[in-house]
């Protein structure tokens, strides 16, 4: 993630948080003067997809993401693994805005069951998204 993260600090779009290492997996990317993206950068593979494709991925100002499908599943296997309050609220906050999610896709090895166990916010998310 180093030599990633080094790369971007030259660029006038993204910015490192004051006090991260080269090591830093959380990046901020400018869309304009008043609003920032929070990024964060992950090998392929570790909890989101191997490759970026059109089908997981999709471009929100000029700028390649995964697709909120794509996004909440690595979220979960992300969570499964570390337990980091961070992804749970990552979760909520795109499960709670994202329409079209795919449940079937965001429920790896049935860890968004585990988390809507653990907590609530999650678990009426879920329950929506399943009723549809």
């Known amino acids: 993630m180093g030599r990633c993260?080094?790369?971007l600090q030259n660029s006038p779009?993204?910015?490192?948080?004051?006090?991260?290492?080269?090591?830093?997996?959380?990046?901020?990317?400018?869309?304009?003067?008043h609003r920032?993206?929070?990024?964060?950068?992950?090998?392929?593979?570790?909890?989101?997809?191997?490759?970026l494709t059109d089908t997981n991925t999709q471009i929100l100002e000029h700028l390649t993401v995964l697709s909120p499908t794509e996004f909440v599943r690595a979220k979960v296997k992300a969570w499964t693994s570390r337990r980091s309050a961070q992804d749970v609220e990552d979760i909520i906050g795109v499960m709670g805005v994202a329409e079209g999610l795919?449940?079937?896709r965001i429920n790896p090895d049935g860890g968004m069951d585990d988390l809507a166990d653990e907590d609530e916010n999650v678990a009426r998310l879920w329950a929506s998204l399943q009723e549809e």
């Open 5 to 7: 993260v080094r790369a």
């Open 13 to 33: 779009k993204f910015e490192v948080p004051t006090g991260l290492a080269a090591g830093a997996r959380r990046l901020l990317y400018r869309l304009d003067e």
């Open 36 to 51: 920032k993206i929070k990024i964060e950068l992950l090998a392929a593979g570790e909890f989101g997809p191997v490759r």
């Open 102 to 104: 795919l449940p079937d």
